[in-house]
């Protein structure tokens, strides 16, 4: 395996993650929609951004 393909499926695994924690959280449809789909369409920034500034808990 590449370091590239190993590098995906961590990003894939932390969508995933990113995508039931957005479903989960206490945000209202609209939000959990908007946050599904930048993370869907834009894996890595759409992680990041969600990280940082995305519904629910912070992790700091």
Known sequence: ??????????VL??????IVQILH???KG?????WTLAVF???LLGLIV???AGPGKKPF
């Open 41 to 43: 369409f834009l894996p």
């Open 30 to 34: 609209t939000e959990k929609l908007i």
């Open 25 to 27: 959280s206490s945000a």
């Open 1 to 10: 395996m590449s370091i590239s393909a190993i590098g995906s499926f961590i």
């Open 13 to 18: 695994v932390a969508d995933i993650y990113a």
């Open 50 to 52: 969600w990280y940082f």
